[in-house]
């Protein structure tokens, strides 16, 4: 910039009120207007979210050359102690920063200015009635000094403080500069203590959620154990079945909980690991049958829309190896799961058992698998087609992994 600009004749601004106007020569003008351009950059750096304390070090910085001064400060208050800290600074020694107290009482120019939201302006701290001066500028010499308050929407920061050991006198238009600076960061200040609120606010959420998909899981978990209990008192083949399929469709959903309490997702599931956990539990249920799992990681879906997928696919194993391998014959079922560009997944249940009985048709099917396997398909938007021959049958459910209405999409 340069050292002066040419004007044609000497300006006056308007003063506060109750001041006379003030001549505004080159000197004082090129002054102005860097105060504003101080102004402009805090109000970019507030916005740009910088680190706290980087804030703070450039807020210290900025208002000392804004008003020429050698020193300055941001002091934050301490209810507890009922004094200021340290925060940042310029012209302080290695011991002030971070370590200096200063009182915040009413006898101080900082606490007067803390507690009454008025601005001070001490030009002459050498003969000061008014208020105490603090240890702390009688140790560097300060004989001026300025301070305003440091705030937001909510409780004060603390006070941001001008000092200077030069002879002159702070005017009010240092102050209303000075004033402008700290509301600034004053507003970002109150922004960051507001993200930092909302950002615990989320955390306690998420740990809430966690506990209650965690106590959720644990209670279906319960409900499955004691299914399983009663199915293995029953004498009744056909109600042990029921039973047990009973026992494995709580499980499912109780996968779904886990994964939510056990993944930092909440709003989705891996649905590769999700029904890579159904089929084990499926597995270890039944003896005679293996269930050999392909699915890509990172194929994350909606919870909403996991389990009723999940549910689909426990059917169609269920099924598998109730009638694909009956009276207990070893044999293996194959689930697939892939994904196209598009977003449409593609689930394969495949066995290769004895078949589908001769005109089989799915959609006519009046057990309750296939029933819940039709509402379910229905509900996801799926289709299901199904393949059949002596050598094994296999199911094939296309679902888009979006809703048709434009819910929640993968991740």
């Known amino acids: 910039m340069p050292t002066s600009l040419p004007i044609a004749a000497a300006a006056v601004v308007e003063p506060p ?16 207007l860097r105060q504003q351009e101080i102004l402009a950059e805090l109000g970019v750096l507030s916005l740009q979210g910088i680190p706290f304390a ?5 807020t210290a910085a900025l208002a000392a050359e804004g008003l020429d ?4 400060k941001i002091m934050e208050y301490m209810p507890d102690q009922g004094e200021f800290v340290v925060r940042a600074g310029v012209g302080w020694g290695p011991e002030v920063i ?3 107290t200063v009182g915040a009482d009413l006898a101080s120019p900082g606490g007067f200015a803390l507690r009454t939201g008025k601005p001070v302006i001490s030009n002459h701290l050498e003969h000061e009635k008014r208020f105490r001066t ?4 009688v140790r560097y010499g300060i004989r001026r000094a300025m301070n305003v308050i440091l705030r937001g929407d909510g409780d004060p920061f603390g006070v941001l403080e001008v000092d200077s050991r030069s002879a002159g006198e702070f005017t ?8 402008g600076a700290a509301n600034i960061v004053g507003t970002a200040i109150e922004r960051q203590r507001m993200e930092r609120d909302l950002r615990a606010a989320v955390d306690t959420h998420k740990l809430l959620l966690a506990e209650l998909n965690h106590r959720v899981k644990n209670s279906l978990q319960l409900v499955a154990t004691m299914l399983s209990l009663q199915a293995g008192a029953t004498p009744d083949n056909a109600a ?8 494995g469709r709580v499980m499912a959903v109780a996968r779904a909980h886990e994964s939510l309490y056990r993944d930092s997702q909440i709003a989705t599931i891996d649905l590769g690991r999700y029904l890579a956990d159904v089929c084990r539990d499926l597995d270890s249920s039944v003896g005679h049958c293996h269930v050999d799992v392909t699915a890509p990681d990172g194929v994350h879906v909606p919870t909403d829309r996991a389990v009723p997928i999940a549910l689909v696919v426990n059917e169609l194993v269920m099924n598998a190896m109730k009638y694909a391998y009956p009276e207990g014959t070893d044999g293996v079922v194959f689930v697939r799961v892939a994904r196209d560009d598009g977003g449409l997944l593609t689930i394969s249940v495949r066995d290769e058992g004895v078949g589908l009985p001769p005109g089989f048709d799915p959609s006519a099917s009046k057990g309750l698998g296939m029933r819940i ?11 299901l087609d199904v393949r059949s021959s002596s050598s094994g049958a296999e199911f094939i459910v296309r679902v888009p992994v979006r809703a048709a209405n434009g819910g929640n999409g993968s991740a």
């Open 54 to 58: 980087q804030l703070l070090d450039r």
């Open 240 to 247: 042990r079945r029921d039973l047990q399929d009973a026992t």
């Open 69 to 72: 001064a050698e020193f300055s």
């Open 134 to 137: 603090p240890a702390l500028l």
């Open 373 to 383: 396997i039709r509402a379910l398909a229905s509900q996801l938007g799926a289709s």
């Open 172 to 179: 009010d238009y240092d102050l209303t500069f000075l004033q």
């Open 17 to 32: 009120v109750g001041r006379p106007p003030l001549e505004l020569t080159p000197r004082l003008l090129e002054t102005r």
């Open 98 to 100: 971070g370590r200096a």
